[in-house]
């Protein structure tokens, strides 16, 4: 039965935040870390957690096993190593490049590198051929989440920036509106509340249908 959430980069900041949210919803989780039993101190019997080499096709391939649905909470490259999306209902992707793309001088030289990685996982999850989700984040930063606003403005991401917290808790908003096709929006910290996140990607959802009818 695939009833898990998959977690991507679970040691990371945003994953261990997206990890958290996860099972305040009571989610069955399942986490890809480095270092398997700093997870299982940090999260017990809530989480799976799984560590191997994202290269290795079968421990990707069980890495899968049971889960319906993917978040990505970084461009770490995992993505591209996943032979078959097959039985994922949904993959989500916290994407920074649109960040990486507005940065000048020696952060773009910087970012080079996570610009062309997250180039290739934008890429792998739009030609999956599974209803996919690619938040195209502001520069994350360090600050408690739910303080501000949001902003869902086309290239807004390049300059704004968006709390690390308020990324993780979007990734996991995402998880129940599954678009037909695929979603891809920016956000940053802005003036617009969002009470009633559903509303908000329905919204987002039936926006991006029109606009791809439109363009078709």
Known sequence: MRDMVLVTDGDSE????VILSLIVKRAKV???VKDKRAAIDAFGTYVQAM??????QSFVKKALRGVRAMICPSNEGFLSNVGSFKG??????????SAYR?????????????SKLAEKDESTVMASGIPYTIIRAGMLQ???????????????????????EDAASICVEALDAVPQKGLVFEVVNGGENVSDWKECFASLIQNSEQFQRYHD
């Open 51 to 56: 560590a191997g080499d994202a290269g290795d």
């Open 142 to 164: 360090d600050g408690p989440g739910g303080k501000q606003g949001f902003s869902f403005k086309e290239g807004g991401a390049a300059k704004g920036r968006l709390s690390k």
């Open 30 to 32: 399942k986490a890809i």
């Open 102 to 114: 507005g940065s000048s001088g020696i952060q773009a030289l910087m970012k080079s590198n996570s």
């Open 14 to 17: 945003i994953g261990q935040m």
């Open 88 to 97: 994922i209902e949904h993959i989500i992707l916290l994407s920074q490049l």
